[in-house]
């Protein structure tokens, strides 16, 4: 009986140091990766920590788009509307990328220079359907 | 006139499940004997079945004036896709996946036999329960028989490019049987919280087992599906579509598990039930998830916020409803078992407490924006892949190193077996290096973690089976299992090597130009084009130069352009060699000729989706030879 | 046998998840105000014929609406906008990146509950307005200015619950 106690102690110690890890490591986790969503309105009111990754989005700006001559680089406007900030990109385009239509990137912003470098650009769009923080962004 | 038909069809569904569910409550209060109701789910079957038909008569005859074939439909649509179509949006796929529950109910009522008819009626009732309040949410909230009146469209929208695809097919109604098979267990568990003990933990396991193969299976075509058809080569993008059908399947796989326990100890009891009623929580949730656009994702059908709120509603009432019954039901263990910490009641003790972990921490992730976005006053965020590696993969390690171990204990083992436990400990630290050795020569610390943690099961499945080579029945009897182990340990040395040892790289190419990559040469050597009924392409041609031996192949990789949706689609081309997937998709033809695309090589990328093959087959045999060979 | 009350755990767990969700789903609903011009704008309307801003009358009452004929949706919302019309609301429409022949076509069809059309093949001037897609519906003040932006189909709930109280004001 007293082994039998003994386990269960063991049982429940085993699990709550399981459970306490896990919830360590998920909002150690959550600390680093998670990313906050600004409109080029809201970059510029309050720009973020250039430091910190953050996504930006909006609809891209007609006539914005201009490719690099000779390597994968992109450079185009994200516009609320309201404001405007430059981004800049290298790599590939998702099929959906289209001026006039909502985009959001992913990256980092420098106030100073009002750019944002993204290394992730997300497009999900149809014409019925806007991502829900573009549609945010510019209402 | 037909589509009102199939509308009948379905209230007269939804009547007999609420009355069935009715009469067997009633009988089971007033003790008043009824006869056998489980025959009512034949008729049930075959009222889902023709209305299921009718819609899709609606879709193969092009019947716009269907407001839900309008918008998933169009002319051009080859036959094929005219049919899966059915279940490309909302209402259609929560159609089938009624139609899906009601087969499983009539296999079961096949399938498992009760001395008295009343505990059939029962465990069924808990079914009809699920089975009419998503009937319900059919019929008056997502009706896909709704006309659009007064104006028919003469040619519909289409259906999404991304779902004109053989894998798109056939994914969801797989992944529908298994989560609908859930509700078997789901049930089961209910009944037995009011006194159906008879073979309760055996039906549970073998239940669970079967609709485990099932969603494993589904989740692997989802997967594969993404693979290819999304075009860039990610074969898991922690979604919150994937993710609520991980959190299910993490569940599922806890609870058979649990079941093992309940059925050879009778201890665990109460678990079991909780797990099972879990599970179906967890593929409510999951179906909210996706259903009520409250989270954005590729998979995720746009919808209304109403109809998520009813969704919302009927999880809630049969959460509430389920954890009633199971807080007043009295379920005891068998008090007189004892087990030590190197038992095999031990070891599926900490199987289920990682897996519910893993399942808690993956919904937290998926769902942590909704609750950051209140609290912080309507700021949106996304929480990146990088969480949810960082999280699930020490878990994960320490779940597949128990499980190399676990599979090797024996129940209620006493403390004296110490001594064997870290005698085997150490044989399987040993095989794990001589693997490891065998597997790479260099090592990265993701590596050490893959290999071990594929090595242990390996080595575990292996002693077992050394154990157990001179006993033919026992061999024959834990084969199921250790094919489902090995899937795992597959599938986990696949994910192992692609996330390590992949090459990618974005060139842009004119007619002519070659590039490198691996010890492949790329060479786009012409352009192409197309013309199919409802969408043409561009395609580029490459040829690839495998540079160790010489052979050479050609890649057609497109872009296609779907003119009703006027939506673009990559089209990506892959080339399987033994070792590993050569990988080509096209970004876009710049105005001087050029092509932009990515190149990539995946070593050994297939073996995700074989080893989730093999633990599909490992669970199926295992539930066929338990109903073959009782 | 009493239960041990930490089964109950996971019900308050669900029950929690859950009110963040209804929380959420309702949250999305409340679209926010916004007050902003009608722009300068020199397009055709669906008979080939010159139309300004100048379309846009002082005092009164009117609606955008965005259409399209590749949208299934502006199917839905058709018969709403008609009897709309029969209440004699004057309605704007903004034919968004569409056909003119397909679009003439529809409004022989089914019905014109629209005052006037602004042809919009390139989605300009719906982009200066901020049309994200279709169907979607302005309402529009005595001084021209846009109070309030729907997004989706338009029906009579949506329209005594949103656009009347704004009207009354």
């Known amino acids: 009986m007293k082994q039998h106690r003994k386990n269960r102690i063991y049982v429940i110690l085993f699990i709550g140091i399981s459970i306490l890890i896990s919830i360590f490591l998920v909002f150690s986790a959550l600390q680093e990766n998670i990313n906050l969503f600004y409109s080029p309105t809201d970059l510029k009111n309050n720009p973020p920590m250039s430091d910190k990754s953050i996504r930006a989005g909006g609809l891209v700006k007609e006539n914005s788009l201009i490719r690099d001559k000779d390597s994968l680089k992109i450079f185009f406007e994200i516009t609320d509307l309201k404001n405007t900030v430059s981004v800049s990109y290298e790599g590939l385009l998702p099929d959906l990328f289209k001026e006039n239509k909502g985009v959001v990137a992913t990256g980092y912003f420098y106030p100073s220079a009002n750019e944002f470098v993204a290394y992730e650009i997300l497009a999900k769009h149809d014409e019925n359907y806007v991502p829900k923080e573009v549609k945010k962004a510019l209402e | ?630 | 046998m009493k239960k041990n009350y930490l089964i109950l755990l996971p019900l308050v767990f669900v029950g929690i998840i859950s009110s963040f969700f209804i929380w959420n789903l309702n949250y999305e609903k409340s679209d926010t105000l916004v007050v902003s011009d009608i722009p300068e704008f020199q397009m055709s309307d669906l008979k080939g014929n010159k139309i300004d801003r100048s379309i846009f009358k002082v005092d009164e009452y009117k609606l955008i609406n965005v259409w399209a004929t590749w949208c299934i949706n502006c199917k839905l919302e058709h018969g709403f906008l008609m009897s709309l019309k029969n209440e004699n609301f004057k309605i704007i429409g903004l034919n968004y990146k569409d056909n003119l022949e397909k679009a003439n076509k529809w409004l022989v069809q089914f019905g014109n509950p629209y005052k006037k059309n602004i042809f919009d093949q390139k989605g300009e001037l719906g982009f200066e307005l901020g049309v994200a897609g279709a169907p979607e519906t302005y309402l529009v003040n005595k001084q021209n200015k846009i109070l309030h932006k729907h997004i989706g189909i338009m029906n009579e709930d949506i329209w005594i619950q949103k656009f009347l109280p704004l009207i009354n004001d």
Request: aromatic letters at 18%; a negative charge.
């Open chain 2, 1 to 630: 006139m037909i589509p009102e038909i199939g509308n009948i069809f379905l209230i007269f569904a939804f009547s007999i499940s609420v009355l069935s569910f009715l009469s067997s409550t009633f009988s089971y209060y007033s003790n008043v004997q009824i006869y056998d109701l489980s025959k009512n789910i034949y008729l049930i079957f075959f009222l889902l079945l023709a209305s299921f038909f009718v819609l899709e008569y609606s879709f193969l005859t092009d019947d716009f004036s269907v407001l839900y074939v309008a918008n998933n439909s169009n002319p051009n649509l080859p036959m094929y896709y005219k049919f899966s179509a059915l279940w490309g949006g909302h209402e259609g796929s929560l159609l089938l996946f009624v139609l899906i529950i009601s087969i499983w109910m009539m296999v079961f009522s096949l399938l498992s036999s009760y001395t008295k008819i009343e505990d059939k009626n029962l465990v069924l009732s808990f079914s009809h329960l699920v089975l009419f309040s998503l009937l319900g949410f059919i019929i008056f909230s997502s009706n896909p028989f709704e006309r659009l009146i007064p104006i028919a469209s003469m040619s519909g929208t289409d259906l999404n490019p991304l779902l004109q695809d053989f894998a798109f097919t056939i994914h969801p109604p797989i992944l529908y049987f298994g989560y609908a098979g859930l509700i078997i267990p789901f049930s089961l568990a209910l009944a037995r919280c009011f006194n159906v003990t008879e073979a309760w933990t055996t039906h549970i396991r073998n239940w669970t087992v079967l609709s485990w193969s099932f969603l494993t299976l589904g989740i692997a075509l989802g997967s594969w599906w993404a693979y290819y058809e999304l075009g860039w080569g990610g074969w898991w993008f922690w979604d919150p579509v994937e993710n609520s059908s991980l959190v299910p399947w993490l569940l599922a796989t806890a609870l058979f598990h649990s079941a093992i326990v309940s059925n050879s100890r009778k201890i665990f009891n109460n678990w079991t039930i909780l797990l099972s009623i879990l599970s179906v929580i967890g593929c409510f949730i999951g179906m909210f998830l996706v259903r009520s656009g409250i989270l954005t994702s590729v998979h995720s059908f746009a919808l209304d916020p109403e109809r998520g709120l009813i969704l919302l509603m009927i999880t809630l009432a049969i959460t509430l409803y389920s954890f009633f019954v199971f807080f007043k039901s009295d379920v005891s263990d068998n008090s007189s078992i004892n087990y030590s910490i190197v038992s095999k009641e031990y070891f599926l003790l900490i199987n289920n407490l990682f897996l519910v972990i893993l399942a808690v921490i993956i919904l937290f992730g998926t769902i942590y924006p909704i609750f950051y976005e209140i609290f912080s006053g309507g700021r949106t965020i996304s929480v990146g892949a990088p969480y949810f590696n960082l999280v699930t993969v020490p878990i994960a390690f320490f779940l597949a190193f128990f499980q190399g171990y676990g599979v090797l204990t024996k129940w209620s083992s006493s403390p004296n077996s110490i001594k064997t436990f870290s005698t085997t400990l150490i044989v399987i630290a040993f095989l794990s290096l001589a693997f490891s050795y065998l597997l790479f020569n260099y090592l990265s610390l993701f590596n050490v973690i893959g290999i071990l943690m594929v090595s242990s099961i390996i080595a575990g499945v292996l002693i077992s089976a050394i154990r157990i080579f001179d006993n033919k029945r026992f061999f024959f009897n834990n084969l199921g299992m250790n094919l489902a182990h090995i899937g795992i340990a597959v599938t986990i040395f696949g994910i192992g090597v692609v996330s390590s040892h992949s090459s990618s790289k974005e060139v842009i190419l004119e007619i002519g130009e070659s590039t490198t990559l691996s010890n492949y040469e790329f060479t786009l050597i012409a352009e192409d084009f197309k013309e199919e009924s409802n969408f043409y392409s561009q395609i580029a041609i490459f040829q690839v130069e495998n540079l160790t031996n010489g052979e050479s192949f050609d890649l057609k990789p497109e872009k296609a352009f779907y003119p009703a949706s006027r939506s673009i689609m990559t089209e990506s081309a892959i080339a399987i060699t033994p070792k590993e997937d050569v990988y080509i998709s096209l970004s876009e033809r710049l105005n001087s000729g050029e092509w932009i695309a990515k190149i990539q090589t995946k070593p050994f990328v297939r073996f995700i989706w074989l080893g989730s093959i093999l633990m599909c087959l490992g669970g199926i045999f295992s539930f066929s030879r338990r109903l073959l060979f009782k």
